[in-house]
């Protein structure tokens, strides 16, 4: 039975790099709890020739005897403990060379970044294992992972040395879509309302890991008290946990975020050295770079200068959620988010996280829009005075290549979202603003983006397309 919901680039993908003619080496990488060794093991139906998993924060010592037990229990042979990961891969190598199959060899390191302790010498020999064996036998289908991206990225994919050029294939696992979402929650019947759906994806974004979590006997907002609010509340300590598990040193990396946090609609890097009273340099990329990389943050392009000054923001959706309502609050309301529903601090929070929830679902939005096949370039604008009180600035905007630019407004509302005279005069000018200093050579329509579309009132014909959370789900 295939457990595996949605993933459908993802399984055809596997499915074409397992029928291939040559030995592989499959990469896949993303955010801690997306799923990436469910989407493995569920594949392959746990039919591996050899798997192990990295243990954390395990010495040298520990993980070679994990890897001898591992060894032992699938080859049924009595293989001897070894001292160094180049004796393991030698007793690998033997192993391998007598596993008779007539398909594919699959060897599932998962958690590879844990195997790697400082001076433990497991990097130089996997680099000789792939090399001088496995690498030229066709039936090998290598496939690592692990929640450390930077690492896979830095040490893997991007390796400068026995390993450059190595990795044949690679995978970014990306959280669950809205609609994959929905398709998960129906599995474990859960009923909720495509509005509870956008909801709850707002709070935990499309993290597998996390919507399992949700019990089908509980409704949206007790389950959301219930997963981090409660008494011993199982999510509760998880962006601690998150960031422990991704860098040795987490405190820079929380420092980081909780500044970009706490600018929702993105700083741009220079602003960003004066929040952290630092110079610019080399520390600074690095953090920012890996941030981006485990999928906390995004990077957004700038309209009037796309290779310069570049918007940093936080879009993962449990950070986000962590950073408003539970880092440094002392919350002892167990029904908190039940008994402060529609107040301004979440109102504040969820008309944010929509813009997110936008941004992250751009191809269904080029879907409704009839432009899937039109090459666009998306990016934010602000205008030269910087006042956003004035409506100059545009958090979404997709330059098309045929002619047209759309002006995104993301609005989330638990009904028709009604355009008044004010704020008609707000979209006017931010539409003149734009035209004024960007003098676009492409005809400029102001797209709605709600959660119930705008009502038809005599502003309404100021708008060129609506699109709904409905068309999200696509």
């Known amino acids: 039975m295939n457990r595996i919901i949605g993933r459908a680039k993802e399984i055809s993908k596997l499915n074409s790099y397992v029928e291939s003619d040559k030995a592989e080496f499959l990469v896949v990488y993303g955010r801690r709890r997306v799923g990436k060794t469910f989407l493995i093991k569920e594949f392959f139906k746990n039919r591996f020739a050899f798997y192990l998993s990295g243990a954390e924060n395990s010495s040298k010592g520990a993980q070679?005897?994990?890897?001898?037990?591992?060894?032992?229990?699938?080859?049924?042979v009595p293989y001897p403990p070894v001292k160094t990961w180049r004796d393991a891969f030698v007793q690998l190598k033997h192993y391998l060379q007598n596993v008779k199959s007539k398909?594919?060899?699959?060897?599932?390191?998962?958690?590879?970044?844990?195997?790697?302790?400082?001076?433990?010498?497991?990097?130089?020999?996997?680099?000789?294992?792939?090399?001088?064996?496995?690498?030229?036998?066709?039936?090998?289908?290598?496939?690592?992972?692990?929640s450390s991206t930077s690492w896979l990225l830095n040490k893997i994919i991007k390796n400068r040395g026995g390993l450059h050029n190595r990795v044949t294939r690679q995978i970014f696992l990306e959280p669950f879509t809205l609609h994959e979402t929905e398709l998960f929650l129906k599995a474990k019947k859960i009923t909720l309302s495509r509005y509870q759906i956008v909801e709850c994806y707002m709070?935990?974004?499309?993290?597998?890991?996390?919507?399992?979590?949700?019990?089908?006997?509980?409704?949206?907002?007790?389950?959301?008290?219930?997963?981090?609010?409660?008494?011993?509340?199982?999510?509760?300590?998880?962006?601690?946990?998150?960031?422990?598990?991704?860098?040795?040193?987490?405190?820079?990396?929380?420092?980081?975020?909780?500044i970009l946090a706490k600018k929702r609609k993105g700083i741009m890097r220079e602003e960003l050295l004066k929040e952290l009273k630092i110079k610019d340099g080399g520390t600074i990329t690095k953090i920012l770079e890996e941030l981006e990389l485990c999928g906390f943050i995004t990077k957004n392009n700038n309209f009037t200068t796309p290779k310069r000054n570049q918007l940093y923001q936080v879009t993962d959706f449990f950070a986000?959620?962590?950073?408003?309502?539970?880092?440094?609050?002392?919350?002892?309301?167990?029904?908190?988010?039940?008994?402060?529903?529609?107040t301004p601090a979440q109102n504040s929070w969820a008309g944010y996280t929509f813009e997110l929830l936008c941004q992250a679902h751009l191809p269904q939005i080029k879907q409704k829009l009839g432009i899937s096949g039109v090459s666009t370039f998306t990016a934010s604008w602000r205008s030269k005075n910087n006042n956003e009180s004035a409506g100059c600035q545009i958090d979404m905007l997709i330059d098309r290549n045929d002619g047209i630019i759309n002006l995104c407004e993301m609005k989330f509302s638990t009904k028709q979202y009604v355009i008044t005279k004010s704020y008609d005069a707000v979209l006017r000018n931010k539409k003149g603003s734009f035209i004024e200093e960007i003098n676009p050579q492409k005809a400029i329509h102001t797209t709605f983006i709600t959660t119930y579309g705008v009502k038809h009132n005599q502003y309404w014909g100021n708008i060129q397309s609506e699109i709904t959370f409905e068309d999200l789900f696509k």
């Open 64 to 76: 070679l005897a994990n890897f001898t037990n591992a060894l032992n229990e699938q080859s049924k």
């Open 320 to 342: 986000m959620f962590y950073l408003n309502f539970l880092h440094n609050k002392k919350i002892t309301d167990e029904s908190f988010w039940t008994n402060n529903l529609n």
């Open 203 to 258: 709070v935990m974004g499309g993290i597998p890991y996390y919507l399992d979590q949700l019990e089908k006997v509980s409704g949206l907002y007790q389950n959301i008290d219930n997963l981090f609010f409660s008494k011993n509340a199982v999510l509760r300590d998880e962006f601690d946990r998150l960031f422990l598990s991704l860098y040795k040193s987490p405190e820079k990396y929380i420092e980081y975020i909780k």
């Open 103 to 146: 398909g594919r060899i699959v060897v599932f390191l998962d958690e590879l970044p844990w195997l790697d302790n400082q001076k433990a010498g497991f990097l130089s020999a996997f680099e000789y294992f792939w090399n001088s064996y496995a690498s030229s036998n066709h039936k090998i289908f290598l496939v690592v992972c692990g």
